[in-house]
């Protein structure tokens, strides 16, 4: 590609599709699949395949926590299968964790940041093991009242307040306009405090659950309320300005049903017409549900919780459109989780029998067992691939293919030259007997993709070792900038001096022109222009001199593809003998 203005990475590349398909679905499923074996064996073995679920001599599980469990497990579920979007791999990091980062302090936009390169660094292992292990957390949830889901109700708060923290931003809690209509506090919250309330026992559940959920709603909703009288928060503004106005305008801009989003830009409307007044209707219903949450625990009402309940679904609604559609969402946002949260404390269940079963116990014990096998295969399978893949694992080359495609390989006599390099020396292609030759093509004045491919060489020579037999020659791709003083002004500003091994090289227009038509390098400048405009390809020459692969690289500015980039260049140089 020549030197302009980048389109963005197509986040369904169908390389990266393929790739991510192949870690899901063949790699993913194989480990799952042996892991879940090796746990019913010793299920068999130890007998606890006849007693999975079954709970210790009259006890019972409430409830509130079966429904709670369904409720979050089922959530945990779609979150799962959420994740399975091919958009997730490049999307996920760069367009819904790192907006997240706006008006975070430095310590947690470090965090963030840190937590956004690691991904970009692996994005398909790490897309796959997020699928799998949100599937698992929801179906073990789902399955399991006894000791097993308990444990695995503490592995979804960790989960939950990892992703609250670095991939929420804290659930936008620095932000401005912060507001429960928008998605404050964090969805993770709420499955925060589910996954623990899951993991205590079910006789202290029974005693306190109730009353601490809607003690901490109703202070929630309370807090909810100043922030929703905040004039920064935009809510009182008429018209356009509006913020349920904004909202709903840039939120119908994702495709989605249209009569969702038909709704969704009416009540925006509506809210902008009637400016404060609507946002005054917010405040009471905030108002009134709060203290009603609060004063249930000590009276039996059950109206404040069908209060919030129905208007946080509405609001889910019409302030957060549903929050599935637009190719990159990944959970229901704030007001579903809540809003279960909320039903399950209902004073009104505390009070209720358990539930009754309608399967034998012998069915519902090898049933759950064989299921809470595969959901626990899929935890550790993610979890260990996760982990060895942040730890361990080289960088991948996914944004590479996404941004260039694949290379080529040649094997054809490459074009020999003699030019000029930076120390004013002849330099002949091959002149070192025994060295691969990694070829590029930079103009010494270009301030745009030059540079990048310059840190990429760099980088790449950096970490191979001091004694590979490798030579990275830069040719002069401009036709009136080539002289000594360009190459080594560009040296000097790139940091390119400590690169061993690295040679410059130019010569007379001729001379060079002959090495662009030889390498296939379209270069295309005016006397009047500030810079060329060139093709991006690089050459790796065998120690044979053979032209072994031609590699595009047309590098955008952001991070992840220069690393994926560098990636993708040594495991070429790999394939010549060069670690």
Known sequence: MPQM???????????????????????????????AFLILVVMLVSRRIFNFNVLPSGEEEPPARTYLRWGFGAMW?????????????????????????????????????????????????????????????????????????????????IWAALIWLIGNGAGGIFASGASLLFGWPGAT?????????????????RDSFSTFTLRFLSLLFLVAIIFQSLPSAGFWHGGNANALTTMGKSMTAVAQPQSLAWLVRHVGDI?????????????????????????????????????????????????????????????FNSLVPLAVLAWCAQPRLQTSPALKAHLRIEMTSGIGAVVVSFATAMIVTSLVSMGVASAFASTENTFYLAGNGQPSSLNTKAPRFTLTDQFDQKYTLGEHAGYVTLITFLDPVCWT??????????????????????????????????TLADVRHFIAIRHMAGVKNFYFVTGTRTQTSKVWADYGIGVTM???????????????????????????????SAAPFNSSSVAELKYLLATQGIH
């Open 5 to 35: 203005s980048k389109n963005p990475v197509d986040l369904t590349n169908y390389l990266v599709v393929n790739l991510f398909k192949h870690a899901l679905f063949l790699t993913g499923a194989i480990w799952i699949c042996v892991i």
């Open 77 to 157: 579920l779609v979150d799962g299968i959420l994740q399975f979007q091919y958009t997730m791999p490049l999307g996920l990091a760069n367009n819904v964790v790192k907006p997240m980062t706006a008006g975070t302090p430095s310590w947690l936009h470090s965090l963030m940041l840190h937590a956004i390169n690691l991904w970009n660094d692996h994005p398909i292992s790490l897309a796959a093991g997020v699928a799998w292990l949100q599937v698992g957390i929801g179906v073990a949830i789902l399955v399991s009242k006894g000791r097993t889901g308990r444990w695995v109700g503490l592995l979804s708060a």
């Open 189 to 205: 919250v709420f499955y925060f405090v589910a996954g623990c309330w899951l993991f205590v026992d079910p006789k202290r559940f």
């Open 271 to 331: 809210s902008g017409r009637l400016g404060g007044g609507f946002n005054l209707m917010v405040i009471i219903w905030l108002l009134v549900t709060g203290v009603g949450l609060w004063l249930s625990v000590s009276r039996p009402w059950n109206w404040p919780v069908y209060s919030l309940v129905i208007g946080s679904l509405l609001f889910w609604l019409v302030a957060e459109d549903a929050a599935l559609f637009g190719g990159i969402a990944t959970d």
């Open 449 to 482: 993709d030059c540079p990048l491919l310059a840190s990429q060489v760099a980088q790449v020579r950096s970490q191979l070792s001091p004694n590979a037999k490798i030579d990275i020659v830069a040719v002069a791709a401009d036709p009136y900038h080539e």
């Open 526 to 556: 005016t006397r009047t222009d500030a810079m060329s405009i060139h093709d991006d390809y690089m050459y790796i020459d065998s120690a044979t001199g053979r032209l072994k692969w031609v590699i595009p690289d047309d590098p955008p």
